[in-house]
């Protein structure tokens, strides 16, 4: 799931929630949502400003799905 694969990437990357948010253009409390599975279905804009920010395509981000 697209949620853990946030996670793993970012903890690879040895950045910070709030670090990721602000690299990605999305607020604190959307990453922390997804990164809990509480918000399930982001924007397109969310996850293209989130892969940007950790180097991978959008499809990277939600293969597996």
């Known amino acids: 799931m697209f949620t853990r694969k946030i996670r793993e990437l970012r903890k690879r990357m040895k950045i910070s929630q709030e670090r990721l948010a602000r690299l990605s253009n999305v607020s604190l409390n959307t990453i922390v949502k997804i990164e809990s599975g509480e918000s399930r279905h982001p924007t397109i804009q969310t996850m293209a400003g989130i ?4 180097g ?6 939600i293969k597996g799905e």
């Open 51 to 54: 892969a940007r920010a950790l």
């Open 56 to 61: 991978i395509s959008v499809d990277e981000l």
